[in-house]
């Protein structure tokens, strides 16, 4: 149990990306460690679990103290912790997905001074968004707040006034939000952030990400097909998000002289520890796009205008106009020309 004399500081985080941003925010606001707590929650797969652990132990979180909440018994250990935090309010709150209820239940438990949200991917500008729009909805069901209210874990209502956001996107300080910006430098220390010459095989990577309905598989296959062309003599690799299946990529690009592969840590680690020299990136919408021009702002970075894609994203517009603002290459489907 951390000295109430101390003003705690709880980082909630459940993919990489978070726990990415919280460290960057662990430096920024200059917290001590013996002050910090945190809380790795319900992480949706065996291979984000892994991802996480890699993270926790190189971004320096091996002496502070951390809870795990699985998915056993999730909801009567989290209502546990929630009871816990407080009886002494945290100083302050980072925080990564609004669009998970259990997220909003530390947000709405917790009376921190101040609440952060860090990076979630390119949901972060949705809830920009959102706040600034007032369409700020609640993520928890009526059963679920009655649940926390059963295992005595009252819950504030939900505003979305006086939050802060600490992101390495471009976004804009407001009179609803105010905005402070990284550039990833625990980041760049840790993994001394190079993307060169180097002796191997170069590569061409595409990243995926689990987007899309319908058809999706079938546009994923298009896109590949599209970057195969442009690079014919290249040495192509397909990064799977943790949350793709590998069976189903190996049937759909299995005409496509490609290879799948799954590192168990993000691209931009791979990037930085794997010694290939890397032609160029690809990538519909994803937001490693943007954090691996952020950095490693000498790679040639590609955004593939898909309007099928393009068609099921919210702001997509204002996605590719903040990738492009960075440096991102626009390139459409139906420009195929060898590189």
């Not at 699985?70 to 669009?99: C, M, V």
């Not at 979305?160 to 905005?179: A, K, M």
């Not at 996605?319 to 459409?332: A, D, Y």
């Amino acid at each position: 149990m951390k000295n109430k004399s101390l003003d705690l500081n709880v980082f909630v985080a459940t993919t990489p990306l978070q726990l990415m941003s919280c460290s960057e925010a662990r430096y920024h606001f200059g917290c001590p460690e013996q002050t910090c707590l945190l809380v790795l929650a319900r992480p949706d797969n065996r291979e984000t679990e892994k991802q996480m652990a890699f993270l926790s132990d190189a971004l320096g979180w091996r002496s502070i103290e951390t809870v795990f909440l699985g998915k056993t018994g999730f909801l009567l250990r989290l209502a546990g912790l929630l009871r816990r935090l407080s009886k002494s309010p945290p100083e302050r709150l980072f925080i990564g997905n609004k669009n998970s209820w259990f997220h909003e239940a530390f947000y709405r438990a917790l009376k921190a001074n101040r609440t952060l949200f860090v990076d979630d991917g390119l949901a972060t500008l949705r809830y920009y968004r959102a706040i600034h729009d007032k369409s700020f909805d609640s993520r928890l069901s009526h059963g679920k707040h009655a649940l926390l209210s059963a295992l005595r874990v009252p819950l504030r209502p939900l505003s979305g006034d006086n939050l802060e956001f600490f992101t390495c996107f471009p976004l804009e300080s407001s009179d609803r939000i105010r905005v402070e910006v990284h550039d990833f430098p625990v980041f760049r220390q840790t993994f001394h952030t190079q993307c060169g010459e180097t002796d191997a095989s170069p590569v061409v990577a595409f990243i995926g990400q689990p987007f899309g309905a319908g058809d999706r598989l079938a546009q994923v296959r298009a896109q590949v097909s599209y970057v195969a062309g442009r690079h014919p003599a290249s040495r192509l690799v397909y990064f799977m998000h943790r949350k793709e299946e590998r069976s189903e990529l190996e049937r759909e690009l299995a005409e496509i002289p490609v290879e799948i592969r799954q590192t168990g840590r993000p691209i931009e680690i791979e990037v930085a520890t794997s010694g290939s020299a890397y032609l160029a990136f690809y990538s519909f919408a994803s937001t490693a796009l943007f954090t691996l021009k952020k950095i490693y702002p000498a790679s040639k970075v590609y955004q593939i205008d898909d309007q099928i894609f393009a068609a099921q994203l919210p702001y997509y517009d204002e996605i590719v106009g903040m990738l492009h603002s960075i440096g991102v290459v626009r390139t459409s489907l139906e420009q195929v020309s060898s590189l």
